[in-house]
């Protein structure tokens, strides 16, 4: 849900395969549902991506920090699908870097490299809760979600200022895979993304995040988010997300994408946009 897990549905983030719960004597599922949730998550978001993104952390009241990183993600096949972040500003967190690699099914990694220990650590299933380095996107928000892992019911219509927009209910098959324990997104179908999503943690029964999109344009010929945000709606504080530049299929290597070149940043340089 940052650019590289947060654009294919996102950053990925998407990072947005959008869901919800049943209402009580509802079917978990139909087949609309299932449809729209299909069509978002199969997309076309090109077969690689680099961006330069602005990260804007903002609490409830007081001054906002910033920091800028480059996202970079590739296509590996069928629910294959791998991201890396860079940090670049401030100077002390600048090189730390988050490598994702999205497998079929279930089974995702997460590594996370710190150059001040000069460790790559990483990231346990169990941390999936945990804030990414102190925003508001939890580790699991950068994670890809297959259609598969979720019920999905197309609730109705709704919208999103004067946006009409369809509602998609989703809960995970496994509860214990995430999290979460529902997601509510207003999806707008003509471009097939998520204008809002709102984010129940389990145990809640008030949504305790939401996700937003704005400036979504075609670059490239793709439908792409150019400022997302991240709200915490119990603290206030919130996270935004502004894609500077972007640019789409430069057929990235797959060594961009390797644990030993998390540790060293030159092999991207040739392709940041």
Not at 36 to 49: I, S
Not at 85 to 102: N, W, Y
Not at 154 to 179: A, I, M, R, W, Y
Not at 264 to 270: G, I, L
Request: charged fraction near 25%; glycine fraction near 6%.
């Amino acid at each position: 849900m940052i650019i590289g897990s947060l654009a294919k549905a996102a950053m990925t983030v998407v990072l947005l395969a959008a869901m919800v719960p049943a209402l009580s004597g509802q079917s978990l599922s139909n087949q609309a549902g299932e449809a729209l949730a299909q069509a978002v998550y199969d997309r076309p978001n090109g077969d690689d991506f680099s961006a330069l993104v602005v990260m804007k952390l903002q609490g409830k009241e007081g001054q906002a920090r910033q920091r800028i990183l480059y996202s970079y993600a590739k296509e590996k096949g069928t629910a294959e699908r791998w991201t890396l972040m860079r940090f670049i500003q401030p100077d002390d967190i600048s090189g730390t870097g988050l490598l994702t690699q999205d497998h079929p099914g279930e089974e995702s990694d997460q590594w996370l490299y710190l150059p001040a220990l000069n460790k790559v650590r990483r990231i346990s299933s169990s941390r999936k809760g945990g804030r990414f380095v102190g925003s508001d996107f939890f580790y699991e928000d950068l994670l890809d979600r297959e259609v598969s892992m979720d019920h999905h019911y197309l609730q109705g219509e709704g919208k999103v200022g004067k946006v009409p927009c369809e509602v998609l209910v989703s809960t995970p098959k496994d509860p214990d895979n995430s999290v979460y324990s529902k997601r509510v997104s207003c999806i707008y179908r003509r471009i097939l993304i998520p204008l809002k999503v709102e984010l129940y943690e389990r145990g809640k029964d008030r949504p305790t995040k939401m996700l937003t999109a704005r400036r979504i344009k075609k670059v490239q010929g793709y439908w792409t988010i150019l400022e997302s945000t991240m709200y915490d709606l119990e603290s206030g504080h919130r996270t935004q997300l502004l894609t500077n530049k972007i640019k789409y299929n430069q057929n990235l290597p797959d060594r961009l994408f390797s644990r030993r070149d998390l540790t060293d940043d030159s092999n991207e340089k040739a392709f940041r946009p």
